[in-house]
């Protein structure tokens, strides 16, 4: 299903929480408090690849619902989205939200280190296994993690995934545009050119060289 085209102002569809019950149960239920037409799905803690994406927007369709956005703070979600062509947005959340004063925050999960918040200018943020940035990187931060860097927002500071020698380390970005990429002992300037609206890029070894592409699904940190 092709994604629709963004636009201003949005009717929003929130879907209930993850465990409360399944999606395919909820959205013949919607046409009862939202007319049918164009919106916004807010995906609150849902956790989508692209085959499940797809079908939640293929029943969304079927009932008249034509979606503009998804708007999540999941990280696969984040990915299979943006790798379908859907605009995505982050959801408010208290803690991220620098711009009116929220406080940075890091937490671990496994071998994933999260940091919700922009790194700035002199930020540098290391992990010894994936690294995530809730946030954008800005020129003159940097983020090296052993294994994979992804970065939900704008990437346009350094990046070094890989960094024990790691050949198959990924970096993701919303909007790759770094100073630098660096991918276990291989380096590469970002892409000049604008990105593709919508769409996640990856930087990846393809052939012994660090070659940008659209980003490829699941998250798998």
């Not at 660096?182 to 012994?208: K, T």
Request: hydrophobic share 35%; charged share 20%; aromatic share 4%.
């Amino acid at each position: 299903m092709k994604a629709a085209s963004p636009s201003q102002a949005q009717r929003v569809l929130i879907l209930p929480p993850h465990k409360s019950c399944h999606w395919n149960q909820w959205v013949p239920d919607q046409r009862e408090s939202l007319p049918v037409g164009s919106v916004d799905l807010d995906m609150g803690d849902w956790s989508m690849g692209c085959r499940e994406l797809t079908e939640l927007m293929e029943a969304l369709g079927r009932e008249g619902y034509t979606v503009q956005q998804i708007i999540t703070h999941c990280p696969k979600t984040q990915i299979g989205a943006a790798a379908l062509g859907f605009p995505t947005g982050l959801r408010p959340m208290a803690d991220t939200d620098e711009e009116t004063g929220g406080a940075q925050t890091d937490e671990r999960r496994g071998d994933l280190r999260i940091h919700r918040g922009t790194l700035r200018s002199g930020d540098h943020l290391s992990s010894e296994g994936h690294a995530l940035v809730i946030g954008d990187v800005n020129p003159g931060a940097s983020v090296t993690a052993q294994g994979n860097v992804y970065v939900w927002g704008r990437l346009r500071g350094r990046a070094h995934a890989g960094a024990a020698g790691n050949l198959s380390a990924r970096i993701i970005a919303l909007q790759l545009r770094p100073l630098q990429l660096r991918i276990a002992d291989l380096v590469a300037r970002g892409p000049e050119e604008p990105p593709m609206a919508g769409q996640a890029e990856q930087a990846c070894i393809r052939d012994g060289d660090i070659a940008i592409e659209p980003a490829r699904p699941p998250f798998t940190g």
